[in-house]
């Protein structure tokens, strides 16, 4: 059973738009959580990362938001660039558990210029 | 610069036959991790290992064995390959658990099994 899931396969944005991409866990154990980047034929790497004893956190122009509450997640670009365009994966780990992630099923965002 | 490196970019092999992917990591992590990813399915987990010679199974483990001789070195080993293991696989690697579970991925190895 899918524990983190992204429920938008795709999402196209004008340049200079914001971006908003979502993610919904159900495990209530997960307390930290990561946004992954991925251009075809390449590895994923990561992006920005946040705890659950936080709500935001903000790297330049990328900014995750967590909502324990709702167990939601949600990740902002803003302005989007063309370069953003790639497939966004996010993943969930129980720091009280073993060392692994688990992972959405991903969004491809394409920016469009 | 952390660096992951995996044996091949592209591998087509035959049903039935043994396939190794090899990976090395450069950054004397102790957690190393095999993925494979599918449309619509995300990445998942085939097999973990956080130390030499120790392993544990992941979400689809089915099919598939790993070995960690090394610490820089784990491999992952479809015994006998089949069409249903065609895939993207990704190998990754992080140190060990402080809080933080950035993992840091190889470039992948696209397997299609004919």
């Known amino acids: 059973d899918q524990q983190v899931k992204q429920n938008s396969p795709s999402l196209s944005v004008q340049e200079g738009r914001i971006s908003i991409l979502n993610c919904d866990y159900t495990?209530?154990?997960?307390?930290?959580f990561l946004w992954y980047k991925k251009y075809p034929a390449e590895g994923p790497t990561f992006l920005i990362s946040i705890s659950s004893i936080k709500d935001k956190n903000e790297d330049g122009r990328f900014t995750v938001f967590l909502n324990k509450s709702a167990k939601h997640l949600s990740l902002h670009i803003v302005p989007s660039q063309p370069g953003d365009s790639a497939v966004y994966f996010c993943a969930a780990s129980a720091l009280t558990g073993a060392n692994n992630l688990f992972f959405g099923t991903g969004t491809r965002l394409t920016v469009i210029p | 610069d952390v660096k992951v490196t995996q044996s091949s970019r592209y591998l087509v092999k035959r049903t039935g036959e043994k396939v190794f992917l090899e990976c090395v990591q450069d950054m004397d992590h102790e957690n190393m991790f095999w993925y494979r990813q599918d449309p619509g399915l995300g990445l998942r987990l085939i097999y973990f290992?956080?130390?030499?010679?120790?392993?544990e199974k992941g979400d689809i483990p089915e099919g598939y064995s790993v070995s960690r001789e090394k610490k820089e070195r784990f491999s992952l080993i479809l015994e006998s390959a089949s069409t249903n293991q065609t895939s993207m696989y990704l190998c990754a690697s992080s140190p060990p658990r402080e809080g933080v579970d950035e993992q840091y991925f190889g470039p992948g190895t696209r397997l299609t099994v004919t």
């Open positions: 495990n209530s154990m997960f307390d930290y």
């Open positions: 290992s956080y130390d030499v010679k120790m392993k």
